[in-house]
């Protein structure tokens, strides 16, 4: 049930992709990460009790008992789905890889996923629906802390690189998002912070948690400013750089509602890999996000689809275009149950 977030009005920690870290929980406190556990060296074991230290930190283990081999199995298995691994509740190889990699400090399942039969809906909301509640279309100003910027990316790149992450969600949702200077009276308040910041949910430095931002209708959207934000591998060539557009993505899919998904393609899948982009979104996101919204009257569902198909088959993939079709006819029968 939802035994993290009793009310909408605690800080959800969407942490980012390798470094996000979330703390998403009121009494629970939650081990201090250490940044090295998300070193990338895919030969790195992973021990039993920093598997279950992971477990409990993202919600699968409760915190108050050293959990049986049945609870930890049982944990383990639910990681496993909500990460869209094959389910084995053993420890195996593609699980412990998944669990090495940098991600997102909020926690996975917050909200019990109420799956209509013979869909497969990954997205997520945080416990009680929560959303902008204003009328649609929506309007939703956002700002930038002039004193908590990052030494990496400047000002008109950190601006661009968001104007175009709102314009993605803007041209699926009947929402648009305007650039404002006034900080104190933006909807949507972003900034780059260092370690113990004020708001209970400090950052822990490089990889550790990348951003972590509150649910609607806060607005709060931290980034962590110990990391190399990169907004093009090319001139960034650290071997830590964290790409801002795809974080700037999931953190504002968060802002709107949504918690993770167990797409491995969604802007909203927990992990993302250091010197990687993720910048589009899936269908599920858009399911997700547009079952809270509505659609955007100007929104085409073969054009998201022929970026994504133009995008795999640029990469060689035809097997994505298969499961791109899969994905697509289960949206559709998901549009079906939810009455569209
Ligand atoms: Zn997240
Ligand atoms: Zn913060």
Not at 72 to 77: D, G, P, R
Not at 82 to 111: H, Y
Not at 286 to 307: D, R
């Amino acid at each position: 049930m939802h035994h993290h977030h009793p009310c909408n009005r605690k800080p959800i920690i969407l942490s980012f992709f390798f470094v996000l870290y979330l703390n998403l929980h009121n009494q629970q406190t939650i081990e201090a990460r250490n940044p090295s556990q998300f070193t990338i060296k895919p030969s790195r074991d992973v021990s039993i009790p920093e598997i279950k230290r992971h477990l409990h930190r993202f919600g699968y283990l409760s915190k108050d008992n050293e959990p049986d081999d049945v609870l930890f199995e049982q944990a383990l298995a639910r990681y496993q789905e909500n990460l869209g691994l094959q389910i084995t509740g053993k420890p195996d190889s593609d699980t412990l890889s998944q669990i090495r990699l940098p991600r997102c400090g909020f926690a996975d399942d917050v909200e019990p996923k109420t799956t209509p039969l013979h869909t497969k809906q990954k997205y997520v909301y945080f416990p009680g629906r929560p959303r902008w509640t204003r009328d649609v279309p929506l309007k939703l100003t956002y700002s930038f802390s002039q004193e908590n910027l990052t030494p990496y990316v400047t000002p008109t790149d950190i601006r661009r690189v968001f104007r175009r992450a709102f314009g993605k969600w803007a041209s699926v949702i009947p929402v648009s998002f305007i650039e404002t200077e006034d900080y104190v009276i933006a909807d949507i308040k972003i900034g780059f912070f260092t370690g113990d910041h004020g708001d209970g949910e400090p950052f822990d430095g490089v990889l550790g948690v990348l951003a972590h931002t509150f649910s609607p209708e806060n607005g709060r959207l931290h980034l962590d400013k110990a990391e190399t934000w990169a907004v093009d591998f090319d001139e960034e060539k650290s071997t830590v750089a964290v790409d801002l557009e795809s974080v700037a993505v999931h953190e504002i899919g968060h802002v709107l509602g949504l918690g993770h998904s167990s797409v491995k393609d969604a802007a909203m899948y927990p992990t993302l890999k250091p010197r990687s982009k993720k910048v589009n979104l899936n269908m599920d996101d858009v399911v997700g996000v547009q079952s809270l919204y509505g659609t955007n009257p100007n929104f085409n569902i073969s054009g998201l689809l022929a970026s994504e198909t133009s995008t795999n088959l640029a990469d060689g993939s035809m097997i994505r275009f298969e499961e791109i079709m899969y994905s697509t006819l289960t949206t559709f029968m998901a549009m079906c149950f939810l009455n569209w």
